[in-house]
């Protein structure tokens, strides 16, 4: 019965190749927008997460906090009370913490020769490398040595080469910061911009110690860069680092904190939610195309039987029950609805590898998605050819005979 | 002993299956008293005031009146296409009158054959696929349907054009598509309304002799609704329908035949 159906609707809809088409355009177009929607939402979602990988893995920020001072509260990194030594204490003495570095940033000029470019100077040590995956490209990392002997030595990210020394190798270039000049080490290895737009790459990198001591003056450091032993124990981490920094500074119980412990797990977090939530925005666009695809199948589906009442009185006549009409035009409509969404699944597959080629952008096709656009359509196909079917099944033979 | 008993058993056996002995004493249709009443908004129509008739297997039977008469209203019930308001319907011993939808679809699928005025064919679909569509309705094999569909079709004479869409086909030969489908699922009983109302003359004549000869040969009980003195007179018998009623039943005794 189901085969009979089947064939009856598919020579019905081969009856009417251009009417069928161009009802099926609107589920093609509803399931292919999905298809490639979600692609590119899915995307942005993985490009997204790797940058935040980029960032470090596991990565803790330890921040100075506010103090009170006579009544007046200083802003946030106000204090002076974190200092190099309170990264080597963290890395040391807490087990779940596997790296530890201080960290100093400052925009300076930066000359080389006839050249001279801005950049974020950034005071770290040698652990700060693994912290945030840092490659070198040439020449070494910081080392222990040039952090005990404030080593007037840097490293260069790949922006800063090109424009100080265009293709000219700068290992052991002299740059002056300052005016203290600082022999050139090793060039960093390319990371790209961030998520905000930063590049990465526009940064020197000196020993924390010789940013604290020639460079600022200070004693202090502006944060420490923590990175915890796996991505489920940074909260573990994050509990212990505040435990040890209150004994450290001697924080009284019931006194606030010197300091803010910040878990960049948290920000890749909201960050990959809110590539979600376009995904689930452009996802839900693209199903309203395929809800109006639905209503050009009823009404289509509408005429059909309004056409076809003749058919439909021979057909019951000569024996069909009312479920076999239904049958039929369901069938039809569900024929119609899936196989508009198999070309719909196969132009949104398109669209993305094509979109994928021509600008660039992360495509990721879900298998669950298409399965789910291909089910939707089939139920698309149900739900709107089931009022047509209803009114065809109902019609009486009688009238139906008689209908001119 | 035991060997005659056996013989007297095959013997009636014999005498239950032997279709002229059956044919001619059995009523395919028996209806007592029938009445059907319209509901027109406030108003109700009487369409059928009592009828009460007889049809006999393999009969010829010209249902004939005005319009307004009755006659289709008759013509429905009989088809199974619609429901008496009250009386009684059997078709070959079965009470068919309180049926609901899908059994009265059933029946008009095994059991009655229909050939309209306007021949009521799928436009678009060959002869042969014409023909087949009551069997699709019955689960027959497509082997089968393909079978039967031949051979009804070369019975009305047409198994070379089988393959021809209505719009090539004249309008007796698409009247003959409409009978071999009318044939196809071996019904007790054809019903034609109006055979050969869209049909010249000369065509009209050859259809009635179809009509005749499967009356004839193949012993089938055909009603057939016309207003046609000259087509009637086909018929063996003939029913004359006025206002709701029956007004005359006549047996016609030098029916026109070729033969």
Known sequence: MWLMALR???????????????????????????????????????????????????????????MTLGGARTGSGGVQTLVGTDARAIMQEIPVVSQASPSLRQVLQVIAADQNWSTVVQGVAPEFQQIRNWQVEQGRFLSEADVDSTAKVALIGRTVAYNLFGSESPIDAIIRVKKIPFRIIGV??????????????????????????????????????????????????????SALLRQRHRIQPGRDDDFNVRNLSDIAEAASNSATVMAILLGSIASVSLLVGGIGIMNIMLVSVTERTREIGIRMAVGARSR??????????????????????????????????????????????????????????????FYPAKKAANLDPIDALRYE | MASDGATALSDS??????????????????????????????????????????????????????????????????????????????????????????????????????????FNLLSRTSALENVEIPMMYNGLPGGER??????????????????????QLSGGQQQRVA?????????????????????????????????????????????????????????????????????????????????
Do not use: W
């Open chain 2, 179 to 259: 009978i071999a489908r009318a044939l196809v699922n071996r019904p007790s009983l054809i019903l034609a309304d109006e055979p050969t109302g869209n049909l010249d003359s000369k065509t009209s004549a050859e259809i009635m002799e179809l009509f005749q000869d499967l009356n004839r040969r193949e012993g089938l009980t055909v009603i057939m609704v016309t207003h046609e003195p000259d087509i009637a007179a086909y018929a063996g018998r003939q029913v004359q329908f006025k206002d709701g009623r029956i007004m005359s039943d006549s047996l016609v005794k030098n029916e026109k035949c070729k033969f």
């Open chain 1, 324 to 385: 076999d009409i239904m049958l039929q035009f369901l069938v039809e409509a569900v024929v119609m609805a899936a196989s508009g969404g198999i070309i719909g699944i196969l132009l949104g597959i398109g669209s993305s590898l094509l979109l994928k080629r021509l600008v660039q952008l992360p495509m990721l096709i879900r298998p669950d998605i298409v399965a789910v656009a291909f089910l939707f359509s089939g139920a698309v196909g149900i739900f709107f050819g």
């Open chain 2, 146 to 167: 393909r079978r039967r569909a031949l051979e009804v079709l070369s019975l009305v004479g047409l198994e070379e054009r089988m393959h021809h869409m209505p719009n």
């Open chain 1, 188 to 241: 960093l290895g390319p990371k790209g911009q961030t998520g905000m737009g930063t590049d990465q790459d526009d940064v020197v990198m000196i020993p924390y110690s010789t940013m604290q001591k020639r460079i600022m003056g200070i004693t202090h450091v502006q944060q420490i860069v923590v990175s915890a032993v796996s991505a489920d124990k940074t909260q573990e981490a994050t509990e212990q680092i």
């Open chain 2, 13 to 118: 056996l014999v005498r239950e299956r032997d279709p002229l002995d059956r044919g001619r004493d059995r009523e395919v249709i028996r209806i007592g008293d029938l009445h059907k009443v319209y509901q027109m908004g406030d108003i109700e129509v009487a369409a059928l005031r009592g009828i009460n008739l007889d049809i006999y297997h393999g009969e010829f039977v010209a249902v004939m009146g005005a319009s307004g008469s009755g006659k289709s209203t008759f013509m429905n019930i009989v088809g199974c296409l619609d429901r008496p308001t009250s009386g009684t319907y059997f078709l070959e011993g079965e009470d068919v009158a309180s049926l609901s939808p899908d059994q009265r679809a059933y029946i008009r699928n095994r059991k009655i054959g229909f050939v309209f005025q306007g």
């Open chain 1, 8 to 66: 009856i609707a598919l020579r019905a809809l081969r009856r009417n190749k251009l009417r069928s088409f161009l009802t099926m355009l609107g589920i093609i177009i509803g399931v292919g927008a999905v298809i490639a929607m979600v692609a590119i939402g899915e995307g942005a979602k993985k490009r997204v997460q790797e940058q935040i990988a980029g960032l470090g893995t596991n990565l803790l920020v330890v921040l100075p906090g506010t």
